[in-house]
């Protein structure tokens, strides 16, 4: 099919009034993205805007109206709320729902009893429904799944040879699509944040609701309160992290990172391949922006991206929900970068919880590795190590570990003064790391102070015979040695009061105990 590129002139106005009318497709732009309209009581048409865009059609399409009294055709009734939403509102970047009537057919409401409907402000969309004479049905004009189009640009590369016309009216005013506010039920609820925001929905009709799936994952089996949240969205090829943290640290954590790009603020200091999407605490130009510099990551050929957190507040709110789910919920937390922080007396087993973990995806960080590489030569943390211990500590560049241990370990004040220096650069040198799920794995983690940085605490514990025989197998070491060593760490009691979960790695169920404990945490 021959995809038309018209203007906003009334010429191709009124052209893409009569290819609506008559059973076709047309992108047209509205204040939010750009809509692809059919002619709303014609099920064939309405059916044709599911196949172009890839639509599962159990996700119903809102009704575009260009007055207000084009609404009361729609809708069982009018009740008093949404009467006084219309007033204060329409028209606007907000959608309502109510009861159908009749006249709706199940096609545009995906077999809902209700209709969703809106009175767009962009006066292009309000001229091509007026020029089209008939309520359009429009979803976002992008393929299903990709980032709504907010530049004529995206539709005409989703839609090109799929739809009858596009009309070019510029980019989209505020780049994220409506609010869609539901009065069909007791209380309002809102199921999609937008520009509208609550509190102007609350200065207007009192106590307004914010489903559950605006902000979190739906869980399995859960019924969505609109068919949309159960799709993935809004989604690039690219996997997108958010990565929740100030400034500074979302800077220290992301220019760490290789083969991975950054989607940040304008102004944020970053020394990797990155895409900016608005100004730090302006939500307006932050929503303008997404969805353009999310198509545009795409075509950088970005395979991973690090993207910092927006502020929830007013359209923030919407920005955050559509960014969420471009990160299919994966959020890295710097405050509590490891999923998991795994612990545990020395020979218990938890190495082999740790292959365990490996094997069910998680990214395991080895903090004893960590520390061995955090003291290579040219290190800045030998120059300290030296003040405290010794110049001879460190000679030409490489670090004398015996003669390091031999200091640090002979006197308690000792120990503390070179866990002092280690220990918080090994931990930065860990949450550089951090992926998600992930684990720490640190022996020393409650020596370490770690506790906070970790989401949930597991330790691994085992009778007391079976660790020492453990030790003295794997270090080649006496029993006394091994005795040693087991009684320079905290006791069992400590562990299991400071963790949330216990593994008892005495041999038989381990895997089992894994499993429960993994189910929970995840
Ligand atoms: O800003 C917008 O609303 C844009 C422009 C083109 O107007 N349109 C738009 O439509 O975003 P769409 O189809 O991409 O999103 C409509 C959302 C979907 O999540 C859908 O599940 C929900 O509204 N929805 C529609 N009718 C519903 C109903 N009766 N009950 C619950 N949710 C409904
Ligand atoms: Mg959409």
Redesign the pocket.
Known sequence: METKILTASKQDIALAGKILREGGLVAFP?E????LGANALDENAVKSIYAAKGRPSD????V?IAKKEDISPLVKEIPPKAEKLIDAFFPA?L?I?LNKSELVNDTV??G?K???F?M?KNEIARAVIEAAGVPIA???ANTSGLP?PTKASHVISDMTGKIDAIIDGGDCEFGV??T?I?LAGETPVI??P?AVTKEMLEEVIGKVELAGAVLSEMKEGEKA?????KYKHYSPKARIILVDGDKKSFEKFVNSKKDAFALCFEGDNISIPKVTFGREGDDLSQAKLLFDKLRELDELGAKKVYARVPDKNGVGMAVYNRLIRAAAFNVIDLNKPFTIGLTGQTGAGKGWVCESLIKRGFTVIDSDLVARNVVKKGSPVLNRLQRAFGEDVVKDGELNRPLLADRAFSEKEETEKLNAIMHPVIIEECIKQSEIPCVLDAPQLFEAKAEKYCYKIICVCANEEKRIQRIMRRDGISRERARVRINAQFDEKYYIDHSDYVIYNNGEDTDEQLNTILEEIL
């Open positions: 509205t939010t993205v750009y809509g996700n119903p399409l809102i575009h970047p959608t729902i409401s995906g809902l209700t209709v969703a809106r767009p429009a979803p976002s709504s699509e409506s869609v539901t199921l999609r937008g309160a609109s068919p949309g949240m």
